[in-house]
């Protein structure tokens, strides 16, 4: 079955530390985004990326960083320098026509202690 | 530039109906529609084209008017299935190099036996 995954569901870590979700798709989509989630808030773009090796910063990109290396992934680092990191975070990916709906993965609910 | 919804929630009992809409300050090409329920991934329910193109499910119906930067979602015939966070994403642009959305803070809709 084709689809979106992100791992860990759940994942603590201890201020100051890096940490890196993952989010592979096999559904042969160009695009791929990444998304903060905080209650109150809808959704909020932290990078995405249309094309392998190319990606663009979204409306809250500082303290986050990602690599597009493969078309299938899109992995998302949360830096220390991310003042407020506990949030759910959810990848998602699309064709690139005006027609495609993005398909989002199950999220990653990070929380820093 | 990020699309205001309204109402901020709604509560019907099973069988009522529902609209929820969605407003833009910037001219619009496209407008999708998705339903989250808590802890789970958005899914997706409609999408609308400028120039009157849509793609949704059947049970799922919306309008977008253009010149006025609205859509609005009908809910008909609620069930409790029906119940989540109703979130638009705004697509500003036909650009094949920007299929970003920008998305409002949601609609939250119960719906009771």
């Known amino acids: 079955d084709g689809g979106i995954t992100q791992s860990p569901k759940y994942l603590f870590r201890k201020e100051g530390q890096n940490v890196t979700l993952s989010c592979e798709q096999n559904l042969n989509h160009d695009a791929m985004y990444w998304y903060r989630q905080d209650p109150g808030q809808g959704l909020r773009l932290i990078y995405y990326s249309q094309i392998v090796n190319d990606f663009q910063k979204g409306d809250i990109a500082e303290g986050y960083s990602v690599s597009r290396e493969k078309k299938e992934s899109f992995p998302l680092t949360v830096t220390s320098a991310q003042k407020n990191p506990t949030a759910f975070y959810l990848c998602a990916s699309s064709g690139i026509s005006a027609y495609n709906e993005q398909f989002f993965g199950p999220g990653t609910r990070l929380t820093v202690l | 530039q990020q699309p205001v919804q309204s109402p901020q929630a709604v509560i019907l009992r099973e069988g009522e109906d529902a609209v929820i809409n969605c407003s833009s300050s910037?001219?619009?090409?496209?407008v999708h529609w998705y339903r989250q329920k808590h802890g789970e991934a958005p899914v997706f329910l409609m999408i609308?084209?400028?120039g009157g193109e849509q793609k949704g499910h059947d049970k799922i119906s919306a309008s977008f008017n253009e010149k006025k930067q609205q859509s609005s979602l009908y809910l008909t015939a609620s069930q409790l299935s029906y119940s989540g966070t109703y979130f638009c994403?705004?697509?500003?642009?036909?650009?094949?190099?920007?299929?970003?959305?920008?998305w409002g803070l949601g609609t939250s809709l119960a719906v009771n036996p």
């Open positions: 609308l084209l400028k």
């Open positions: 994403g705004t697509g500003l642009t036909n650009a094949g190099n920007n299929r970003k959305l920008i």
């Open positions: 910037k001219a619009l090409y496209s």
